[in-house]
């Protein structure tokens, strides 16, 4: 069966600082991967996805993810966070691009000015 | 396209009520899913369509819940009767296999059973 676990609940960084999010999935397949954002009373938003290719992926908002499939993770980063990328972020997997994603539990970042 | 719209946005009824949210896909996507995200559970998919036909209702947590996608522009998602614990927020997305996309979310129904 396939899962993602998000290590980090809740994380909080300084406005300017770097981030990394933590996503470790498991597929029996080559997964399709997705970085969702979620800001409060809304949507999930896409930030990126991978399938193939270059295992750097690059994102809306300045993001970008790194693939690597020896460790089965998908860890999303940002080299300078802005006060408005506070909300929840969701990794998630699936067995192509849009079809049936299995998420993550989510991390909650929070930024201090 | 507007996007993945859902209604009601937010929904407040009795124990026992039954319940329909709604949801139009954007057009010309052919897979739609219902999620539903608690605080408990995080976010589960409940069923999913291709060209308007239940492939996977294996999330639907019981009897009381049922889906509908009577065209390719709409869909229903029905609670009856409804009870406090269904409480939560139900997404609904769709996505198009042709064309490769990921999956596109409306904003969401926040249902309250009290």
């Known amino acids: 069966a396939q899962s993602v676990t998000q290590p980090d609940i809740h994380i909080t960084v300084s406005e300017g600082a770097s981030l990394e999010l933590r996503c470790n999935y498991s597929y029996g397949a080559t997964p399709y991967l997705f970085w969702y954002v979620q800001s409060p009373g809304q949507g999930l938003q896409l930030l990126l996805k991978?399938?193939?290719?270059?295992?750097l992926v690059q994102g809306i908002k300045g993001f970008e993810a790194e693939f690597k499939r020896s460790q089965s993770s998908f860890n999303l980063r940002k080299p300078s966070v802005h006060w408005s990328d506070a909300a929840e972020y969701f990794c998630a997997v699936g067995p192509f691009s849009g079809n049936m994603l299995t998420f993550g539990g989510g991390t909650r970042l929070m930024v201090k000015p | 396209d507007a996007g993945v719209i859902q209604s009601p946005r937010h929904e407040v009824t009795e124990m026992g009520q039954e319940v329909t949210l709604r949801c139009k896909p954007i057009?010309?996507?052919?897979?739609l899913f219902w999620y539903r995200q608690t605080m408990m559970r995080g976010l589960e998919l409940l069923i999913y369509?291709?060209?308007?036909?239940?492939?996977?209702d294996s999330g639907m947590p019981e009897d009381r819940f049922s889906a509908k996608m009577p065209n390719a522009s709409f869909s229903t998602l029905k609670i009856q009767p409804s009870e406090p614990r269904d409480s939560a927020v139900y997404f609904c997305a769709s996505s198009s296999r042709e064309l490769n996309t990921e999956a596109f979310f409306g904003q969401g129904t926040r249902l309250t059973v009290v």
């Open positions: 057009s010309g996507h052919d897979y």
């Open positions: 991978y399938f193939s290719g270059d295992t």
């Open positions: 369509f291709n060209n308007n036909v239940p492939i996977d």
